[in-house]
């Protein structure tokens, strides 16, 4: 056995063994399925997060809000650690997966990048059959055994991404000839079908029109039964809309966090108000 | 607080705002008129009561509509939102407030005729007096933003209660020993109902200020409340 595959096995028994909890109905601790303490970041000289330590629970919706270059999206690359992949870019303090320290050593960031799936503001599918933007992930990480596992494992990512009956009669047709709504909801699936445990999205309808939009809120809405998501966001309303909690970025630091009813009725700062009720701040 | 980026949307609130405690002010002066109406049995004023009516209700359903079209258009969110549905319910609650108004002004106008019982048209003014200062008060305390105010005024509304309940008793003796007042004292009973009822309406916008200005909506359950039909 090659060691990818090693990986991919040992991948796939974690995959199962979640399932199982989720299925016998043990509960996972709501709070913190991924927790960040006093995370700063720093590109080079100049530093782009503050000390954001934030609790993000399982089975939520947690949004990020803020003006541009508030730290919101350096902040969600930290959580699939991929800043690493940037030049001069340095991270401290602590996030916490399921109780391990992701920036630790041991963890290879490959792996923890199939943990912790990402969805971008542009769907970006492989120059490749629908069929295989979403089997990619799966057959590298040797979560299938044979053809028809894979095209189970394809079958039930595109059901969950709510795109399978658009797509069934013609799963060899490019990713690219979808229309940009669909495209957005393929990427889902291919994040969904190497089973995360957590989805980042980075601003993932705003390319999108209404229904588009809609279709992604409600699939949004579907996924957090069984995921931890985070997912940045410039609509205030669509923040409102999907997620349970949110946080306000503002410089670079989290400035108010919690309840998304709380903090879009009766929000504690003014700085958090200013900003979501379009204020000069 | 810091200004809108975008000015027509400041504007909009700004102008629901002020139809909002001109409504208000024409609400004060209807309920005013109305208690002078029954004090003075004047039939003149009952009239135009009766007939400014019709205004408040414009202003309401115009209040309304500008709060959901707010809402529809403009999506406010926390302290505007708070201010567009606080709007939009202290019009329901003026609304409700000229229609007792305008129901004291049509029974000055059927027991006009009738004699007057001069310790009881005094206890009716006192009633009303202070039902009427309630009113201005926490509208003031509305055009003003003031927390305080408006508290103070939430806080002393078992004295129109009280009031009531004295009223009730005063009435009772009136009607046991002169069956023929029985008509006029009815009215007049349902006179004092409809200004008790005034008076919670200005409880109830007082609290609605609360939750503007606070974010908190737990006050409405806090209030001290006297029963009519506890205390005999």
New interface residues.
Partial sequence: MTPLSNLGASLKMTAQRDDALASAGTNRATAGKVSATEVSVFYGDKQALFDVSLDMPDRMVTALIGPSGCGKSTFLRCINRMNDTIPGARVDGKIILDGEDINDRKVDPVLLRARVGMVFQKPNPFPKSIFENVAYGPRIHGFADNKTELADIVESSLKRAGLWKEVADRLQAPGTSLSGGQQQRLVIARAIAVSPEVILMDEPCSALDPIATAKIEELIDDLRSQYCIVIVTHS??QA?RVSQRTAFFHMGAVVEAGATDEI????RDTR???Y?????? | ??????KA?EDELNMLTAECARMGGLTEAAVADALEAVVRRDQQMADSVVARDERLDALQADIERKAIRMIALR????????RTVAAMKIANNLERVGDLGKNIAKRTIVIIDSDPMVPLTRSIERMGRLVVTRLKEVLDAYTASDLERAMSVWSRDDEVDEHYNSLFRELLTYMMGDPRTITACAHLLFVAKNLERIGDHATNIAEIIHYEI???EAIATARPKTDALQRP
């Fill in positions: 205030m309303a409102a879009f009725t009766n929000p958090t108000q200013d979501i009720t379009g204020r000069f701040g | 607080m810091n200004e809108h980026i975008v949307y999506q406010p969110l926390a302290n505007d939102l708070r606070t974010g908190d």
